[in-house]
């Protein structure tokens, strides 16, 4: 038996779509909802699923909105984005949104992701082996 | 979308708290077609019970609507699965099971862009499904490795002959694995790592 036959595709010179404009689309539904939960401010911090989030105050200031609030009990530890939409049942853009103005507020900080660049880091994805042998 | 209350939203529980040590976190996505087992393989190595992020997305075609308070939607959601495994105590990794549609992949900031590399998951009953996804990849230089999902009654290629079919070149792994197995997707993950290492030795590729 032979299997089906694909043809392999070399890297593209135009750059993919950017994804920040694709967000935009991704709002459009419901726009009304976005603008409650986060306000009517424009551009968003550049967040990753996997940008982790942590509280820097330990209290909800009185001007927290219920979603903030949560978001801040939540990150008491480090948390990713994802993590955060996930429990908060938000979608990741909106949770994107909400963390802008917080960050912008200084009630939490935000820990850069390890992205993937044109030469990897060895000792990382070392780390990363062994790391996934102890499992 | 009905938003609970402070109180009432549950985080991860004590044990699944990373340290305040934990300074960052890399990404891995797994991706392949409906039903070839992405959240099987995400849950069998995770550390935390696996959980879902979603976001919306306007179908094709249809303008600006806003559909708030209204019966009719037009917003489509799209959920990804992903789990975690603390690397160090400062170090994490996240695992995500993408669809295999690339119209869903913009959705989410840089989830191809940043992550480390993919695993693409195939199901040899119906191989072309991976092809376009394949494709993707390469034009946007995610490295990827590929693990055939063992299902009992799927023809069974030898590697040379799939290595033909998907037309990878020989430096590209092909494994079996059965994903519902930690060990299993774990070596696949390992499998992935030694790649994506061997590609910093000769720098290759990007």
Known sequence: MTPPQRQRR?????????????????????????????????NRADLDLVTLIVASVEDPPHSATPEQAALLRLCAAPLSVAELS???????????????????????????????KA???????????????RL | MDFKGSETIPGPRTEDQLPHTAEAAAKIV??????????????????????????????????????????????????MDFGRIKITEQLVLYLFGTPGQERF??????????????????????????????????????????????????????VADLRTALDLSEDVPIMDCDVRRRASSRDVLITLMRFLHSLAMTGSRT
């Open chain 2, 30 to 79: 797994i991706v392949g077609g409906f039903g070839v087992g992405k959240t099987t393989m995400v849950g069998s190595v995770s550390e935390i019970k696996p959980l879902t992020t979603e976001e919306t997305m306007t179908q094709a075609g249809v303008g600006v609507d806003d559909n708030f308070g209204s019966a009719s939607k037009t917003a489509t959601t799209v959920a």
């Open chain 1, 86 to 116: 996930a429990y908060l049942s938000l979608p990741f853009g909106v949770v994107t949104v909400l963390l802008t103005d917080m960050l912008a507020a200084e009630l939490v900080q935000a820990r850069a992701p390890i992205v993937r």
């Open chain 1, 119 to 133: 030469l990897p880091d060895r000792s990382l994805l070392e780390a990363v082996m062994h790391g996934l042998q």
């Open chain 1, 10 to 42: 070399s890297p593209q010179e135009d750059p993919p779509p950017q994804p920040a404009q694709d967000k935009k689309e991704a709002e459009r539904p419901n726009p009304e909802r976005l603008y409650v939960v986060a306000g009517a401010d424009g």
């Open chain 2, 105 to 158: 992949w913009f959705l989410w900031n840089g989830l191809f862009e940043g992550a480390l590399g993919a695993v693409v998951l195939v199901d040899t009953r119906r191989l072309e499904v991976s092809f376009d996804v394949m494709g993707r990849l390469e034009e946007r230089g995610v490295p990827f490795v590929v693990a055939v999902n063992t299902f009992p009654d799927a023809p069974r290629y030898p």
